[in-house]
Protein backbone atom coordinates (compact mmCIF):
# COMPACT_ATOMS: atom_id res chain seq x y z
CA UNK A 1 0.00 0.00 0.00
CA UNK A 2 1.28 3.51 -0.72
CA UNK A 3 2.26 5.94 1.77
CA UNK A 4 1.90 9.92 1.90
CA UNK A 5 5.56 10.22 1.22
CA UNK A 6 5.94 7.60 -1.84
CA UNK A 7 1.91 9.36 -3.29
CA UNK A 8 3.60 12.91 -2.57
CA UNK A 9 6.95 11.69 -4.66
CA UNK A 10 5.40 10.02 -7.17
CA UNK A 11 3.30 13.18 -7.86
CA UNK A 12 6.36 15.68 -7.62
CA UNK A 13 8.15 13.90 -10.25
CA UNK A 14 4.94 13.78 -12.70
CA UNK A 15 4.81 17.67 -12.22
CA UNK A 16 8.46 18.39 -12.13
CA UNK A 17 9.77 15.89 -15.13
CA UNK A 18 12.28 14.72 -13.70
CA UNK A 19 13.86 13.45 -10.53
CA UNK A 20 16.24 16.09 -9.96
CA UNK A 21 13.10 18.99 -10.38
CA UNK A 22 11.17 16.57 -7.69
CA UNK A 23 13.95 16.21 -5.58
CA UNK A 24 13.95 20.14 -5.20
CA UNK A 25 10.56 20.90 -4.41
CA UNK A 26 10.09 18.25 -1.69
CA UNK A 27 13.86 18.53 -0.54
CA UNK A 28 15.31 15.47 -0.24
CA UNK A 29 17.83 14.08 -2.31
CA UNK A 30 18.26 12.25 -5.24
CA UNK A 31 18.98 9.13 -4.50
CA UNK A 32 15.65 9.08 -2.09
CA UNK A 33 13.61 10.22 -4.87
CA UNK A 34 14.28 7.75 -6.93
CA UNK A 35 13.97 4.59 -4.33
CA UNK A 36 10.99 5.85 -3.00
CA UNK A 37 9.42 5.84 -7.02
CA UNK A 38 11.17 2.22 -7.66
CA UNK A 39 9.17 0.89 -4.24
CA UNK A 40 5.88 2.63 -5.39
CA UNK A 41 6.47 0.84 -8.86
CA UNK A 42 7.25 -2.60 -6.93
CA UNK A 43 4.34 -2.29 -4.84
CA UNK A 44 1.76 -1.35 -7.37
CA UNK A 45 3.60 -3.64 -10.05
CA UNK A 46 3.30 -0.95 -12.35
CA UNK A 47 5.72 1.31 -14.74
CA UNK A 48 4.72 4.59 -13.80
CA UNK A 49 7.43 6.14 -15.75
CA UNK A 50 9.76 6.04 -18.43
CA UNK A 51 12.89 7.93 -19.35
CA UNK A 52 13.88 10.07 -21.89
CA UNK A 53 16.62 12.54 -22.56
CA UNK A 54 15.10 15.64 -20.82
CA UNK A 55 13.43 13.66 -17.90
CA UNK A 56 11.18 11.34 -17.25
CA UNK A 57 7.74 11.02 -18.93
CA UNK A 58 4.54 9.35 -17.66
CA UNK A 59 3.39 5.71 -18.54
CA UNK A 60 -0.48 5.24 -19.93
CA UNK A 61 -1.06 3.60 -16.49
CA UNK A 62 1.18 6.57 -14.74
CA UNK A 63 -1.18 9.37 -16.38
CA UNK A 64 -4.32 6.96 -15.46
CA UNK A 65 -2.99 7.07 -11.71
CA UNK A 66 -1.90 10.39 -11.09
CA UNK A 67 -5.20 12.46 -11.25
CA UNK A 68 -6.23 9.56 -8.18
CA UNK A 69 -3.19 10.05 -6.16
CA UNK A 70 -3.63 13.73 -6.60
CA UNK A 71 -6.82 13.13 -4.98
CA UNK A 72 -5.74 10.90 -2.42
CA UNK A 73 -3.38 13.47 -1.22
CA UNK A 74 -6.00 16.18 -1.21
CA UNK A 75 -8.24 13.88 0.67
CA UNK A 76 -5.84 13.22 3.51
CA UNK A 77 -4.91 16.90 3.61
CA UNK A 78 -8.67 18.05 4.14
CA UNK A 79 -8.27 15.23 6.92
CA UNK A 80 -5.56 16.81 8.80
CA UNK A 81 -7.32 19.94 9.05
CA UNK A 82 -10.94 18.48 9.95
CA UNK A 83 -9.07 17.05 12.79
CA UNK A 84 -8.08 20.18 14.45
CA UNK A 85 -11.72 21.60 14.14
CA UNK A 86 -14.41 21.15 17.08
CA UNK A 87 -17.40 18.77 15.90
CA UNK A 88 -20.11 21.43 15.97
CA UNK A 89 -20.23 24.45 13.76
CA UNK A 90 -18.64 27.42 13.92
CA UNK A 91 -21.52 29.00 15.17
CA UNK A 92 -23.46 26.37 17.34
CA UNK A 93 -23.29 26.33 21.15
CA UNK A 94 -23.89 22.56 22.40
CA UNK A 95 -23.53 22.27 26.46
CA UNK A 96 -24.93 20.06 28.90
CA UNK A 97 -26.21 21.44 32.28
CA UNK A 98 -27.63 20.57 35.61
CA UNK A 99 -30.59 22.05 36.57
CA UNK A 100 -28.93 24.54 39.42
CA UNK A 101 -26.71 26.62 36.97
CA UNK A 102 -29.36 25.79 34.39
CA UNK A 103 -32.06 27.78 36.36
CA UNK A 104 -30.11 31.22 36.36
CA UNK A 105 -26.37 31.42 35.36
CA UNK A 106 -26.88 29.57 32.10
CA UNK A 107 -29.66 31.37 30.85
CA UNK A 108 -27.44 34.52 31.97
CA UNK A 109 -24.45 34.05 30.15
CA UNK A 110 -26.66 32.75 26.60
CA UNK A 111 -28.32 36.33 26.80
CA UNK A 112 -25.17 38.14 27.10
CA UNK A 113 -23.63 35.67 24.21
CA UNK A 114 -26.53 36.43 21.65
CA UNK A 115 -26.20 40.26 21.91
CA UNK A 116 -22.39 39.62 20.96
CA UNK A 117 -23.78 36.93 18.48
CA UNK A 118 -27.02 36.90 17.51
CA UNK A 119 -26.75 34.44 14.87
CA UNK A 120 -25.35 31.39 17.21
CA UNK A 121 -27.65 28.41 17.12
CA UNK A 122 -27.90 26.81 21.10
CA UNK A 123 -28.58 23.63 22.40
CA UNK A 124 -29.05 22.67 26.07
CA UNK A 125 -29.09 19.48 27.31
CA UNK A 126 -30.17 19.26 31.14
CA UNK A 127 -29.58 16.37 33.77
CA UNK A 128 -27.99 14.30 36.45
CA UNK A 129 -23.92 14.84 35.88
CA UNK A 130 -23.45 10.99 34.97
CA UNK A 131 -25.66 11.81 32.31
CA UNK A 132 -23.67 14.92 30.79
CA UNK A 133 -20.59 13.31 30.91
CA UNK A 134 -21.45 10.32 29.29
CA UNK A 135 -23.60 12.81 26.54
CA UNK A 136 -19.95 15.05 26.31
CA UNK A 137 -17.70 12.05 25.83
CA UNK A 138 -19.91 10.64 23.23
CA UNK A 139 -19.87 14.21 20.89
CA UNK A 140 -23.19 15.10 21.81
CA UNK A 141 -21.99 18.05 23.38
CA UNK A 142 -18.95 20.24 23.91
CA UNK A 143 -19.51 21.14 27.36
CA UNK A 144 -20.65 19.76 30.48
CA UNK A 145 -21.60 22.28 33.45
CA UNK A 146 -21.97 20.35 37.04
CA UNK A 147 -20.87 19.42 40.25
CA UNK A 148 -17.23 17.95 40.61
CA UNK A 149 -16.35 14.90 38.85
CA UNK A 150 -16.81 11.35 40.55
CA UNK A 151 -13.67 8.88 41.09
CA UNK A 152 -14.27 7.28 37.72
CA UNK A 153 -16.06 9.86 35.71
CA UNK A 154 -13.33 11.65 34.58
CA UNK A 155 -11.76 9.31 31.83
CA UNK A 156 -11.20 11.17 28.71
CA UNK A 157 -12.42 14.78 30.13
CA UNK A 158 -10.81 17.31 32.11
CA UNK A 159 -12.67 19.69 34.58
CA UNK A 160 -12.00 23.09 35.95
CA UNK A 161 -14.18 24.26 38.85
CA UNK A 162 -16.10 27.65 37.81
CA UNK A 163 -17.44 28.16 40.97
CA UNK A 164 -19.07 27.26 44.37
CA UNK A 165 -22.34 27.96 46.00
CA UNK A 166 -23.30 27.45 49.99
CA UNK A 167 -25.59 25.40 50.56
CA UNK A 168 -29.20 26.88 52.29
CA UNK A 169 -32.32 25.08 53.54
CA UNK A 170 -35.90 25.61 52.13
CA UNK A 171 -38.50 25.18 54.77
CA UNK A 172 -42.27 26.38 54.47
CA UNK A 173 -43.19 29.67 56.03
CA UNK A 174 -45.09 28.36 58.93
CA UNK A 175 -41.58 27.53 60.27
CA UNK A 176 -39.29 30.14 61.83
CA UNK A 177 -35.92 28.31 60.81
CA UNK A 178 -33.52 31.21 61.35
CA UNK A 179 -30.58 32.74 59.37
CA UNK A 180 -28.30 29.60 59.94
CA UNK A 181 -29.85 26.36 60.50
CA UNK A 182 -27.22 23.39 62.00
CA UNK A 183 -27.16 20.33 60.19
CA UNK A 184 -27.79 18.47 63.30
CA UNK A 185 -31.46 19.90 63.77
CA UNK A 186 -32.52 17.80 60.09
CA UNK A 187 -31.86 14.38 62.20
CA UNK A 188 -35.41 13.95 62.58
CA UNK A 189 -36.99 16.09 59.74
CA UNK A 190 -38.78 14.85 56.62
CA UNK A 191 -36.04 15.87 53.36
CA UNK A 192 -37.05 16.62 49.95
CA UNK A 193 -34.16 15.73 47.66
CA UNK A 194 -33.15 15.22 44.07
CA UNK A 195 -32.75 11.34 43.28
CA UNK A 196 -29.96 9.53 43.22
CA UNK A 197 -27.67 10.17 40.66
CA UNK A 198 -27.40 13.99 40.99
CA UNK A 199 -23.99 15.16 41.81
CA UNK A 200 -25.86 17.83 44.08
CA UNK A 201 -27.28 14.81 46.40
CA UNK A 202 -23.76 13.32 46.50
CA UNK A 203 -22.62 16.05 48.04
CA UNK A 204 -25.30 16.24 50.75
CA UNK A 205 -24.85 12.59 51.37
CA UNK A 206 -21.26 13.19 51.60
CA UNK A 207 -22.01 15.81 54.11
CA UNK A 208 -24.30 13.93 56.55
CA UNK A 209 -22.16 11.38 56.51
CA UNK A 210 -19.67 13.15 57.86
CA UNK A 211 -21.35 15.22 60.29
CA UNK A 212 -23.07 11.60 61.86
CA UNK A 213 -26.80 12.32 60.79
CA UNK A 214 -28.40 9.94 58.91
CA UNK A 215 -29.71 10.85 55.48
CA UNK A 216 -33.08 9.55 54.57
CA UNK A 217 -35.25 11.30 52.32
CA UNK A 218 -38.34 11.27 52.53
CA UNK A 219 -39.25 13.01 48.99
CA UNK A 220 -37.19 12.41 46.17
CA UNK A 221 -37.95 14.47 42.75
CA UNK A 222 -36.58 15.02 39.41
CA UNK A 223 -35.43 18.46 39.84
CA UNK A 224 -34.99 21.78 41.94
CA UNK A 225 -38.08 23.65 40.73
CA UNK A 226 -39.84 20.44 42.31
CA UNK A 227 -37.87 20.57 45.16
CA UNK A 228 -39.33 24.37 46.03
CA UNK A 229 -43.01 23.37 45.09
CA UNK A 230 -43.21 19.71 47.40
CA UNK A 231 -41.29 22.29 50.07
CA UNK A 232 -43.90 25.28 49.70
CA UNK A 233 -46.50 22.54 49.84
CA UNK A 234 -45.40 21.44 53.00
CA UNK A 235 -43.90 18.13 52.29
CA UNK A 236 -40.67 18.46 54.34
CA UNK A 237 -37.80 20.71 54.02
CA UNK A 238 -35.06 20.83 51.65
CA UNK A 239 -31.38 21.68 51.46
CA UNK A 240 -30.59 23.25 48.10
CA UNK A 241 -27.87 25.73 46.81
CA UNK A 242 -27.95 28.72 47.16
CA UNK A 243 -27.21 29.70 43.61
CA UNK A 244 -30.16 28.02 41.91
CA UNK A 245 -32.25 30.59 43.84
CA UNK A 246 -29.99 33.57 43.84
CA UNK A 247 -32.39 35.80 42.07
CA UNK A 248 -35.34 34.35 43.25
CA UNK A 249 -37.83 36.79 44.26
CA UNK A 250 -39.25 34.86 46.81
CA UNK A 251 -42.81 33.32 47.79
CA UNK A 252 -44.47 33.75 50.59
CA UNK A 253 -45.36 29.99 51.08
CA UNK A 254 -41.21 29.94 51.65
CA UNK A 255 -38.26 31.00 54.27
CA UNK A 256 -34.70 30.46 54.06
CA UNK A 257 -31.44 29.93 55.61
CA UNK A 258 -27.97 28.85 55.52
CA UNK A 259 -27.29 25.41 56.07
CA UNK A 260 -24.35 25.40 58.35
CA UNK A 261 -22.36 22.40 58.64
CA UNK A 262 -22.95 20.84 54.29
CA UNK A 263 -19.52 22.98 52.85
CA UNK A 264 -20.12 24.90 49.54
CA UNK A 265 -21.15 23.21 46.49
CA UNK A 266 -18.41 23.26 43.64
CA UNK A 267 -19.60 23.32 40.34
CA UNK A 268 -17.47 23.05 37.10
CA UNK A 269 -16.68 23.07 33.23
CA UNK A 270 -16.19 19.89 31.80
CA UNK A 271 -14.69 19.22 28.09
CA UNK A 272 -13.14 16.17 26.21
CA UNK A 273 -9.05 15.70 26.71
CA UNK A 274 -7.84 17.18 23.22
CA UNK A 275 -10.83 17.96 21.69
CA UNK A 276 -11.15 21.97 20.66
CA UNK A 277 -14.45 24.13 21.15
CA UNK A 278 -16.21 26.41 18.97
CA UNK A 279 -15.39 29.94 18.96
CA UNK A 280 -19.26 29.96 20.22
CA UNK A 281 -18.28 28.19 23.30
CA UNK A 282 -15.55 29.54 24.26
CA UNK A 283 -16.75 32.99 24.29
CA UNK A 284 -19.68 31.17 26.66
CA UNK A 285 -17.17 29.83 28.67
CA UNK A 286 -15.78 33.45 28.95
CA UNK A 287 -18.81 34.85 30.26
CA UNK A 288 -19.36 32.40 32.82
CA UNK A 289 -16.54 33.42 34.35
CA UNK A 290 -17.59 36.95 34.84
Not at 104 to 125: F, G
Not at 247 to 271: E, F, I, M, N, Q
Amino acid sequence: MADVPALETFVAVARAGSVVGAAERLARTQPSISARLSALESAWATKLFRRHARGMALTPEGARLLPLAEAALQSLGALDRAAGLPVAGHHELRIGAGDALGREVVPRAMARLLRKRPNVSIRVLEGPGPRLLEALRAGEIDLALAVGVAPGESAGVEFETLLSSPVELLAPSTERAGREIPLDRLRDRRLVTLQRGSGFRRHLEDAFNAAGVPFWPAVEVGNLSLVRRFVAAGLGVAPVPAIAFARDLGDPRLTRGRLRGVPPVSYGLARRVGVPLTEAAEQFVALLKR
